[in-house]
């Protein structure tokens, strides 16, 4: 069974472009979370779609906004770049089963802003 | 959402036990408690979840105290490959959306 597929593997832009990552989650997951993880820091949540619909978005600014389309596979799309976006941005998915829940994630996008 | 609070680093040699503690004093009665491993340039892989008492699974147990304001991850007999950063993930399931928060997690390092 495929996992999580995001792309591309790496972008560079330069500050004021715009840039579209792809993840497709593992067949049958229904919601795509979206994550940004600075250099040597932790996750932070991004953005939750589920069902096609936005179901929650973390505490980021609207140049940062995304979909999912009827496959379940979701964009995440990036305005006017700045130099802090540089990151790597990971996609999950999840699947409550059985009383656990667990989030897959992908290889992730390395974004670099110069 | 509860805040979590974890050791910014840990060392270990080969072949030891390794109990990482994270730290959640407001935890809330639907909150799960969700363990995940990392690797440098990957995504956060899931290693454990639990509520209460104790979970194991086969790569790791989970110790959870009656008050839940606190639970260890336990990772028996480490290997090299085990150094990694863990994070702790407090929080009620992901069908209701509220698993959604990674703290900065604990680098572990495991020395031969």
């Known amino acids: 069974e495929a996992g999580v597929t995001q792309s591309p593997t790496h972008l560079i832009k330069t500050r004021g472009q715009q840039v579209t990552l792809r993840c497709s989650p593992i067949s049958g997951h229904t919601s795509v979370y979206w994550y940004q993880q600075a250099l040597g820091l932790g996750l932070q949540f991004l953005l939750w779609?589920?069902?096609?619909?936005?179901?929650n978005r973390g505490n980021f600014p609207p140049r940062f906004s995304g979909r999912q389309f009827p496959n379940y596979s979701s964009e995440l799309n990036v305005n006017a770049l700045e130099l802090e976006d540089s990151a790597l941005y990971l996609c999950?998915?999840?699947?409550?089963?059985?009383?656990?829940?667990?989030?897959?994630f992908g290889p992730g996008t390395r974004l670099t802003v110069l | 959402l509860a805040k979590t609070t974890q050791p910014i680093s840990m060392d270990s040699y080969e072949g030891q036990e390794v109990n990482i503690t994270c730290s959640h004093n407001n935890i809330a009665t639907n909150d799960y408690i969700t363990w995940y491993q990392q690797f440098p340039s990957q995504g956060p892989r899931f290693i454990i979840q639990g509520y209460k008492t104790k979970v194991t699974n086969e790569v790791a147990s989970l110790f959870i105290p009656a008050d839940r304001k606190s639970s260890t991850l336990s990772l028996p007999r480490v290997s090299l490959s085990d150094t990694a950063v863990y994070y702790c993930?407090?929080?009620?399931?992901?069908?209701?959306?509220?698993?959604?928060?990674f703290g900065g997690g604990t680098r572990l390092m495991v020395k031969p």
């Open positions: 993930l407090v929080g009620a399931p992901l069908n209701a959306g509220n698993m959604l928060t």
């Open positions: 999950a998915s999840s699947l409550f089963l059985a009383g656990v829940d667990e989030q897959f």
């Open positions: 779609y589920d069902e096609g619909e936005e179901r």
